[in-house]
């Protein structure tokens, strides 16, 4: 089928194209979430490892963990136990 005289083939391609807008990824994003996100999930990962090193070193938190997982058939302790 040939093209309409006049018709540009590519008028599409520069809408989902980055150079047309002259946007990277995270020009897009507010500075307060350029912050935000690291920092929480610097803070999650340190929770992480605190609540690890708690399971690790006492024994009421995993006497508290086995108590839940029986409990609730299981089910909190297979997704909340370490």
Sequence with gaps: MPALEGSNLDASAKFTSR???????????????????????????LLLVWIYEEYLHNRFLRIYDRFLGNRLDGSVHETGGL
């Design 19 to 45: 150079e047309y807008y002259d946007l990277s990824m995270l020009e897009s994003v507010p500075r307060f979430a350029k912050i935000a996100i690291p920092l929480l999930t610097i803070l999650n990962l």
